[in-house]
């Protein structure tokens, strides 16, 4: 079945470093990715997004980088700041128009 | 322009207690959706509605009923809280299902079943 994994359950990064979160996915149809921050006690929080034809999106300080041929998504944040500190979640679209997450990956920064 | 509202934030509920979580959204958009999140299980899609007037099941449907009441509002129904639903549940919205657009979520409601 369709699965999304992230490499990672934890990340430590110290302040002003760049970060790199990773993940990988099994559906190859999938055709749309998101990335999604989340905070203590919030919601989901939509960062960014992919379509597969492109293999590279930038935002501010943020760029996810798309790799079809291996199946991986990659969300890089610039210059990391405590307010990054947040679990991350990657999510794919199938083509029943699910959204399927991964399990996140939690970013702590160090001042 | 709020987004997307939940209430209430936090509930305690009895086992066999019924209760309605309620979610309202302001940027017109046509799908809804309610999903939980449980730890190590990432969020699991509970119901959606695509469109107003319509609901599906997701993938953990049990124990759940759901009501789009107009565009805006689309409620998630406990009829018979069990522990196994302490959960957090979050309520998202987009312009369009399948149709890679972005879902924007609510801030949770926190769930306890004792």
């Known amino acids: 079945g369709e699965s999304v994994g992230l490499h990672l359950p934890t990340l430590s990064v110290q302040e002003g470093d760049n970060s790199i979160i990773n993940c990988a996915y099994s559906n190859s149809a999938s055709d749309y990715f998101i990335w999604y921050k989340q905070e203590s006690g919030k919601g989901p929080q939509f960062i960014i997004d992919?379509?597969?034809?492109?293999d590279k999106r930038q935002g501010q300080r943020v760029t996810v980088l798309l790799n079809k041929t291996v199946k991986h998504l990659s969300l890089q944040i610039a210059a990391t700041q405590p307010g990054d500190s947040a679990v991350y979640f990657c999510a794919l679209e199938n083509q029943g128009g699910k959204l399927i997450f991964g399990q996140g990956t939690e970013l702590s920064v160090k001042p | 322009n709020a987004g997307v509202t939940q209430t209430p934030k936090f509930q305690v509920l009895k086992t066999g207690q019924s209760m309605t979580l309620q979610c309202a959204q302001d940027?017109?958009?046509?799908?809804m959706y309610w999903y939980r999140q449980d730890p190590g299980m990432g969020l699991r899609l509970i119901y959606y509605?695509?469109?107003?007037?319509?609901?599906d099941k997701g993938e953990v449907p049990n124990g759940y009923n759901v009501s789009r009441l107009n565009k805006r509002e689309f409620s998630l129904r406990l009829e018979s809280a069990a522990p196994s639903q302490t959960s957090v549940y979050f309520c998202?919205?987009?312009?369009?299902?399948?149709?890679?657009?972005?879902?924007?979520f609510g801030p949770g409601t926190r769930l306890l079943v004792l």
């Open positions: 509605s695509a469109s107003e007037g319509t609901t």
């Open positions: 992919i379509r597969s034809n492109m």
């Open positions: 940027m017109n958009h046509n799908s």
């Open positions: 998202a919205s987009s312009e369009a299902r399948g149709q890679e657009e972005t879902q924007y």
